[in-house]
């Protein structure tokens, strides 16, 4: 049975090694997070002691996919827009499951929560980017976002190489 949580500090100690070890495995995977494989214990660590100081400041929200003995699954992040005139919107950032669960769900259970929240948070539009050809590509499409367009050249990767991303939006009613 998979779960999905909103993310609360109190969770922070006993989720944080399957976080670490969920970034960990979809940089190793190939996912385009911002980070190059292999990805440090510090450096996972980090970034998630990052993400949970945002999710306090309540810049972003976390949820996270834990099966029944609260192994980490799966994670979405969703930036909210501090501005004014973007208090309608939010950014769906760095949507990882776990290569060991793929296809069973998890991606369009966390995507189904964050949308859930979205809207009760208030917010009627969610944008987010992908490398262009991920799998996550066609999953954002058979779950209704619409396809703005492709930036070329947009990330670098380790071996030099540059990959596009596309851009993606849903408007939630």
């Not at 776990?98 to 009627?124: F, S, Y």
Request: charge should be negative; glycine fraction near 10%; aromatic fraction near 6%.
């Amino acid at each position: 049975m998979i779960r999905f949580l909103e993310y609360r500090h109190s969770d922070h100690a006993h989720l944080r090694r399957g976080l670490v070890e969920l970034f960990q495995d979809a940089i190793a995977s190939g996912a385009s997070m911002g980070y190059w494989h292999p990805l440090s214990d510090s450096t996972a660590q980090e970034f998630w002691d990052a993400t949970v100081a945002d999710v306090e400041a309540g810049r972003r929200l976390l949820v996270v996919a834990v099966d029944e003995v609260e192994n980490v699954l799966g994670a979405a992040q969703l930036s909210l827009s501090e501005r004014q005139n973007g208090a309608n919107r939010s950014e769906l950032q760095k949507l990882m499951v776990h290569r060991n669960t793929r296809g069973q769900g998890v991606g369009k259970g966390l995507m189904h929560e964050i949308e859930t929240i979205a809207r009760q948070r208030g917010r009627k539009l969610i944008v987010l980017d992908t490398a262009k050809g991920s799998l996550a590509e066609g999953m954002y499409e058979r779950l209704g976002y619409q396809r703005v367009g492709v930036i070329p050249l947009y990330t670098v990767e380790v071996d030099g190489s540059q990959c596009d991303t596309v851009i993606f939006y849903k408007a939630l009613t």
